[in-house]
């Protein structure tokens, strides 16, 4: 499956699955942005972590948004993207 196909499938329940962690702020980027996506490919995730968050939580969230969507994720919050592309990712994330 697409991971926009995926996305589309489930994105009502994601809203709720965030919620549960110290997180807000769910953007989508990269190649479902760009309705360039393929079968088994990751979907690239960002988040913001609110005060408090741990790595702890944000693999939990990993593994409930990779759990409900069926798809391989790639979950970053904005600091983790690699400075070269930190800025491009940043202007075409867009909201889930």
Do not use: W
């Not at 926009?4 to 329940?13: G, T």
């Not at 979950?75 to 070269?84: A, G």
Request: some cysteine.
């Amino acid at each position: 499956m697409k991971p926009s196909e995926a996305l589309a499938l489930k994105r009502d329940q994601l809203a709720a699955i965030v919620a549960r962690y110290p997180t807000t702020n769910l953007r989508v980027y990269g190649s479902v942005v760009h309705g360039k996506d393929q079968d088994n490919e990751e979907l690239d995730l960002l988040v913001d972590a609110l005060p408090g968050a741990t790595l702890f939580h944000l693999g939990g969230l990993y593994n409930d948004l990779e759990e409900l969507l069926g798809v391989p994720v790639c979950l970053l919050t904005p600091p983790e993207v690699p400075i070269k592309y930190r800025s491009q990712v940043l202007a075409e994330a867009r909201p889930v």
